[in-house]
């Protein structure tokens, strides 16, 4: 990870891409462009986010702080606890569960050693359980960074994960 | 006009008009939570489905507009088991803690539960806990009660144009609150009190003091500024407990000022005076009141053979009657240096008259189409005028305000020039709007120069249909103030545009009423002393401008006789009488307010300790000094008298005639909110919000 201001987040190449959002909308409406400001900032600071950060995306969308805690606490695609390298989102939902993912959540906390909501040590992997990501069809599956993996077994989650970096 | 069938009975509505606008329109009770005739729709809570022919789903009320020949029914079986269904998932998650719970007993939540929830829950799961956080003084929060109706929420948003409070996390997980550790800062943030409709939201200093069922509410008026807010005071045998707000849409349409709500705490303050005082040979001993009035009387007459001794500070918050009483006490002893406008110290535009009222009515306020503000902030001085400010600007009025810096708004400002030197940028302004209608009047601004803002600013005011000019507080305490009187009333005239001179207290505007032709010269009495001075219900060195001079015009006065409701340290140093008086509840009497609305109201609290109302006091005066006409029994015996004079207040004639190559920028005088008063000085709960912070002199 690079290291970021967190201070001052919102300039070089964090402030263009968000100013591209910008320009998508009317200049009276910035708050348009508050999801993906979030994601933005989100990515360059590691994976989460903190209230500074949130602070600072506020005031450059001229919005109120409490509208992007609102933002930001509503999609649980935003973090507000630090994340592992890869973030494993495990689908617990009704046909996942159906098909074992509980058990596999258990698989993997003892195989990392972490619970949910944790990072491994080595900062590599963090578990965050989700709800239903669509994919039904497959279950059960999971979401690493932006990869859909679907029909999971014990094995298969050892050999996905000895494959990340 | 369309004909709407409600429960077999037959309403006229507009068309577009809510279904539960009508029903309310006709006394049809429909249950709601979410629903405020004076905040946006959200039709989140449900709990207003009703029955309408033709749809085959209950439809919420607050959100559905009726149409010709609709056919509702509120109480069919279907509305019946939707009102019972949402009743059962609202209670959900909301603890059972009645008896702990402020709101028991006007809780909405209790009162719909009882008329249209059903008897048991089939829910036996465990319920959620919302941890709580500390908003500050006034509001104390209980979040586990929430029933997310965002009515705060929306109130935040909509109305105090501050969001403070949001709706964080989602589902189950779903909490208002701040989110952050913060207060809430809001000016009018009580109100979220009185609109959240369960005890999540409760009065703090009010908190566990009193039941709803064992109060008794008064309807009365607020004492601070001069919106005269309608409130009901609640007491409990005799004792103020807390005040809410009483509708009047005219006035404060459902709301009151922080300042309103809280001051009331110090009624019980520990700083009321008690007993009659008088100070002989440097020591303070209690009296009763015959021998005290006995003592203050024998003082004063020697003074009496030359009674330009003698000056009067008089509180703008008096109530008509005493101030008429004082005047008429004053007069027949030949005294004639009375004086309330005790944050002013530019006397001299005097000579043109005075008018220090709005030029319209409050409610007229939010058709204006351009407005300059000078020297104001009315969103602390005046809340609720700058509450009808801002619905205007949100309807697309521009605001403009010429003021000093540092100044926090809470609505759009188009042009916003900051400045110590009001006179100047005023003159600019006047200039620049002279060239634009081609017209030359009697003020002399050869020397006047104006850049782009000032020629936007009289642009907005020429073209504005219903334009306004308003000067606030900071203006009247303006070394200047008759200048910039002169300026702004010319400016007025120009640019076609009503001209508002704001009085700032509760009765200000009654007080000028009766002293109007009283001359008056307060700075030239506080600067080179008085031998006497006789005070109000007030504490000169807290409520004039020029504090330090009245505190040393005090401390070098060689009888100082204070009527005031509260004890002090530095009034024991310089005063040698202190008679106690009745305040706010404890009194009856008329205010004034803004729009020249005299709104009289009762006595209905019992004073603390000897205090009486001021009143009283002058008329046992009037009688111990033998003068005629001091017989009254009642504030209402008064108050025929007062009318029988038809005072009006004549519009002034200002000249133009001024010379600005003197102008020196001022200092500018901002008055706290939280310190314009005894009363709201001595509360607490405002002493604790951080706008008190900065501010208030007792701390
Ligand atoms: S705190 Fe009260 S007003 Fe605010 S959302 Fe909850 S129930 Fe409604
Ligand atoms: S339930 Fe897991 S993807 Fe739909
Ligand atoms: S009052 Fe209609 S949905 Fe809440």
């Known amino acids: 990870m690079s290291s970021v201001d967190t201070l001052n987040i919102i300039q070089g190449d964090v402030k263009k891409r968000i100013d591209r959002w ?28 903190t209230k500074e950060i949130m602070d600072q995306v506020a005031q450059y969308l001229e919005m109120t702080p409490i509208s992007v805690y609102e933002v930001a606490t509503f999609y ?80 298969r989650l050892d050999e996905i994960l000895d494959s990340l970096e | 006009m369309v004909k709407v069938e409600i429960n077999g009975q037959v309403v006229e509505a507009r068309e577009g008009d809510m279904l539960i606008d009508v029903a309310d329109s006709a006394s049809i009770s429909i249950p709601r939570f979410c629903y405020h005739k004076k905040l946006s729709i959200a039709a989140n809570c449900r709990m207003c489905l009703v029955d309408v022919e033709g749809a085959w789903k209950a439809v919420p009320a607050c959100a559905t507009p009726v149409t010709d020949g ?100 989602r589902s189950e997980w779903m909490e208002i609150g701040t989110y952050i550790e913060k207060s809430i800062d809001s000016e009018l943030s009580g109100n979220m009190i009185d609109l959240c409709p369960v005890g999540a939201l409760t009065n703090k200093p009010f ?27 609640h007491t409990r045998n005799g004792e103020v407990m807390r005040v809410v707000p ?36 440097g020591h303070w001993s209690s009296m009763d009141w015959s021998l005290a009035l006995q003592v203050t009387v024998e003082k004063l007459k020697p003074y009496l053979a030359n009674p330009e001794q003698i000056a009067i500070l008089l509180s703008p918050n008096s109530t008509l009657e005493e101030v008429y009483l004082v005047k008429k006490l004053a007069n027949a002893l030949g005294i004639n240096n009375i004086e309330h406008r005790l944050r002013q110290q530019d006397f001299s535009a005097d000579q043109y ?67 110590l030197s009001l006179v100047s940028e005023l003159a600019s302004i006047l200039k620049a709007a002279n060239e634009l209608v081609d017209q030359d009047n009697q003020v002399e601004l050869a020397a006047v120069t104006f850049n782009a803002t000032h020629t936007a600013i009289a642009n907005s005011l020429i073209k ?94 060689e009888l100082v006789i204070n009527l005031t409701a509260f004890d002090s340290v530095s009034q024991q140093n310089y005063a040698d009488i202190m008679l106690p008086i009745a305040i706010f509840a404890e009194n009856a009497g008329t205010l004034v307010n803004i729009q020249q609305d005299w709104q009289s109201f009762k006595l209905f609290a019992s004073a603390k300790g000897e205090a009486k109302p001021a009143w009283k006091v002058l008329r046992v005066l009037g009688n111990m000094f033998d003068l005629e006409g001091f017989d009254y029994t009642n504030t209402a015996e008064v108050l025929a008298e007062i009318k029988a004079l038809n005072l009006s207040i004549k519009q002034p004639d200002y000249q133009c005639n001024l010379d600005l190559s003197v102008i020196t920028p001022t200092p500018s005088s901002l008055v706290p909110c939280y310190s314009v008063d005894g009363m709201v000085r001595r509360s607490p709960a405002l002493q604790a919000t951080p706008d008190a912070q900065l501010t208030n002199p007792l701390n």
């Not at chain 1, 910008?22 to 986010?49: C, F, M, T, W």
């Not at chain 1, 909501?117 to 932006?146: H, R, W, Y």
């Not at chain 2, 009193?210 to 919106?227: F, G, M, N, Q």
């Not at chain 2, 010319?490 to 009654?510: C, E, I, M, W, Y």
């Open chain 1, 22 to 49: 910008l320009a998508r909308y009317p200049v009276d409406q910035k708050q348009s462009a508050v999801i993906p400001s979030l994601r933005i900032v989100q990515e360059v600071n590691g994976g989460h986010l």
């Open chain 1, 76 to 155: 649980s695609n935003f973090e507000h606890q630090p994340v592992g390298r890869h973030k494993i989102c495990l689908c617990t939902n009704i046909s996942c569960m159906l098909r074992g993912s509980d058990e596999l959540l258990d698989y993997l906390k003892t195989k990392l050693d972490v619970d949910v909501g944790q990072v491994t040590e080595d900062g590599k992997f963090s578990i965050k359980k989700v709800e239903c990501l669509g994919a039904c069809v497959n279950a059960p599956m999971m979401q690493i960074d932006k990869t859909f993996y679907e029909n999971l077994t014990e094995q």
């Open chain 2, 70 to 169: 609709m056919k509702v029914n509120t109480r069919s079986p279907k509305a019946i088991a939707a009102q019972k269904a949402v009743m059962e998932f609202l209670l959900i998650n909301h603890p059972l803690d009645c008896p702990i719970c402020d709101q028991g007993g006007e809780c909405e939540l209790q009162d719909v539960a009882m008329d249209y929830g059903d008897d048991v829950s089939q829910y036996s799961e465990a319920k959620r806990i919302v941890g709580d956080r500390n908003v500050g003084s006034l509001i104390q929060t209980d979040m586990t009660r929430c029933i997310h109706c965002t009515r705060c929420v929306r109130f935040g948003q909509e109305i105090a144009g501050l969001k403070e409070l949001g709706a964080t996390g």
């Open chain 2, 207 to 233: 908190r566990y003091k009193a039941r709803s069922w064992e109060l008794k509410a008064h309807p009365t008026v607020a004492p601070h500024d001069s919106i005269g807010s309608n409130i009901f005071v």
């Open chain 2, 246 to 281: 009483r509708e009047n849409e005219a006035i404060n349409e459902t709301w009151i000022a922080d300042r309103d709500r809280f001051s009331c705490e110090a009624l019980h303050s520990a700083d009321r005076l008690t007993q009659p005082k008088v100070k002989a040979e």
């Open chain 2, 353 to 419: 008259g005075i008018n220090q009222t709005l030029a319209m009515r409050l409610a007229d306020v939010e058709a204006l189409d351009s407005v300059l503000v000078i020297g104001g902030h009315l969103r602390k001085d005046l809340p609720l005028l700058n509450n009808r400010l801002r619905k205007a600007q949100l309807n697309g009025c521009e605001v403009n305000v010429v003021n000093p810096s540092g100044l926090d708004y809470n609505l759009g400002i188009e042009h916003q020039v900051d400045t």
């Open chain 2, 464 to 557: 504005g249909k219903k334009s306004a000019l308003m000067l606030g507080l900071i203006a009247q305490a303006d070394v200047h103030y008759s200048k910039i009187l002169q300026l702004a009333s010319q400016l007025a005239q120009t640019t076609g545009s009503s001209f508002s001179d704001l009085p700032a207290f509760s009765n200000t505007v009654g007080a000028n009423l009766i002293l109007a032709s009283n001359s008056a010269d307060l700075t030239n009495w506080l600067a080179n002393g008085k031998k006497v001075f006789i005070n109000v219900g007030i504490e000169p060195e807290f409520d004039c401008l020029l504090a330090d001079q009245a505190l040393r015009a005090m401390q070098q006065a």
